[in-house]
């Protein structure tokens, strides 16, 4: 499956940030929105089903699963028009790892299923704790 980085919404807002960041920023506000449970994914391909992208929707992550289901039509709706064959899912997201949560891989298969998952990166940062002293006379 091609990683196609981070969400569609979080390229925009804010390139390093979680899931629950991306839903503050839309829900405007830390505690505007409790939790995710669902985020929806929508799909635009050539009738060929050959070349796929993302395609932004107004709103893409829900508290319940329900509500991403009912929203993905008119999402859907929505994005008419921008992509011959058009394909949305609600991805299932663990509220308890929604903070961790940083990219959705996905792939379009030739009959038109679309797999996707929400998931973490396995990036892991290190440092050796080793800082050398600056040497303030040669630089300035």
Same mark, same amino acid.
């Given at each position: 499956?091609?990683?196609?980085?981070?969400?569609?919404?979080?390229?925009?807002?804010?390139?390093?940030?979680?899931?629950?960041?991306?839903?503050?920023?839309?829900?405007?506000?830390?505690?505007?929105?409790?939790?995710?449970?669902?985020?929806?994914?929508?799909?635009?391909?050539?009738?060929?089903?050959?070349?796929?992208?993302?395609?932004?929707?107004?709103?893409?992550?829900?508290?319940?699963?329900?509500?991403?289901?009912?929203?993905?039509?008119?999402?859907?709706? &929505?994005?008419?028009?921008?992509?011959?064959?058009?394909?949305? !899912?609600?991805?299932?997201? &663990?509220?308890?790892?929604?903070? &961790?949560?940083?990219?959705?891989?996905?792939?379009?298969?030739?009959?038109?299923?679309? &797999?996707?998952?929400?998931?973490?990166?396995?990036?892991?940062?290190?440092?050796?704790?080793?800082?050398?002293? !600056?040497?303030?006379?040669?630089?300035?």
């Amino acid at each position: 499956m091609p990683d196609v980085g981070l969400f569609s919404m979080v390229a925009r807002a804010c390139i390093a940030g979680t899931l629950a960041d991306v839903a503050r920023s839309i829900a405007g506000g830390p505690s505007a929105m409790e939790h995710i449970a669902a985020v929806l994914l929508v799909i635009g391909c050539s009738n060929t089903m050959t070349e796929c992208r993302e395609l932004p929707v107004s709103v893409s992550v829900f508290e319940t699963a329900q509500e991403c289901t009912a929203a993905r039509p008119f999402a859907m709706g &929505d994005v008419q028009g921008q992509a011959p064959r058009i394909i949305a !899912k609600c991805l299932s997201v &663990d509220p308890a790892l929604e903070d &961790d949560y940083d990219r959705i891989v996905w792939n379009v298969r030739p009959d038109g299923t679309l &797999d996707a998952s929400v998931e973490i990166s396995d990036l892991e940062l290190a440092s050796s704790g080793a800082r050398p002293e !600056k040497d303030s006379l040669s630089q300035q």
